[in-house]
């Protein structure tokens, strides 16, 4: 359920451990600070889905804080010289990439969803 979050945590912690850095490093790291402020709002947004506490306002949000949360991970072990320690993150978003879009196509098959493989040509489509 939280595969991506387990294995950006894994990222955090070998970059850690591969640059040798200290709370007073990552403290006044600009991108560090980043990472932690969106790592933030993304904790604070998956409890509020948890809870139902504003489910339905803060639901709009997770999509963008995710996203810029990935890239500001991306950026930051990037910068650390640790690009290397991403590679479980993108094993686990390449296995549900396939295991959603690629393995389950009798979702597409005969309908139009988003990311598809087509199964008839585009003339053959009813709106």
């Known amino acids: 359920m939280f595969g991506l979050e387990l294995s950006a ?12 850095l200290r709370p007073a490093a ?8 980043t ?3 969106y790592s933030l709002l ?6 509020s889905m948890a809870t139902g506490v504003l489910a339905p306002i ?6 963008p804080i995710g996203l ?3 890239l500001s991970l991306m950026v930051w072990t990037a910068r650390q010289g640790c690009a290397w320690a991403l590679l479980p993150a ?5 296995e549900s990439f396939i295991d959603d879009r690629i393995l389950r196509l009798e979702d597409c098959i005969g309908g139009d969803q988003f990311m598809c493989l087509p199964d008839r040509w585009p003339w053959q ?3």
Do not use: N
């Open 58 to 63: 803060l639901s709009r949000c997770l999509d």
């Open 35 to 37: 990472l932690f402020a």
């Open 42 to 47: 993304l904790g604070l947004i998956q409890l």
């Open 90 to 94: 993108l094993a686990v978003v390449g």
């Open 9 to 20: 945590l894994v990222a955090v912690a070998l970059t850690i451990w591969r640059a040798r």
């Open 125 to 127: 489509v009813k709106w």
């Open 26 to 33: 990552m403290a006044a790291d600009h991108d560090a600070r």
């Open 68 to 70: 810029f949360w990935m």
